[in-house]
Nanobody
């Protein structure tokens, strides 16, 4: 069955970096757009970034643009999120997701079919 598994979360100080990974199985990652979402304590899950099925285009929410970089390796069925200049407000559980090649809602939860269980990122001040 299709599944996504995140890894790479942890505890870092403000200004630090982390690299999240997401490994997909049971599906062909190259046939999907892939994205990252996060859910901070007491808040709703929010969109972070996504990448097209070819990896040719990337998109980010305003709060992370310039600090985070999303990438994918279709040969490895893997998705990555390089996070630099982390801030306390980045603290959240981060989820990777896969959606249809031409998802109508690439920045919304409903635009994705498959989800990982999340990895915790905590940024201390």
């Amino acid at each position: 069955q299709a599944r996504l598994v995140e890894s790479g979360g942890g505890l870092v100080q403000a200004g630090g970096s982390l690299r999240l990974s997401c490994e997909a199985s049971g599906l062909t990652s190259s046939s999907y757009i892939m994205g990252w979402f996060r859910q901070a304590p007491g808040k709703e899950r929010e969109y972070v970034a996504h990448i097209t099925w070819t990896g040719g285009s990337t998109f980010y929410t305003d709060s992370v643009r310039g600090r985070f970089t999303i990438s994918r390796d279709n040969a490895r069925n893997a998705l990555y999120l390089q996070m630099n200049g982390l801030k306390p407000e980045d603290t959240a559980v981060y989820y990777c997701a896969a959606g249809p090649r031409y998802s109508a809602y690439p920045t919304k939860e409903k635009g994705y079919n498959y989800w990982g269980q999340g990895t915790q990122v905590t940024v201390s001040s």
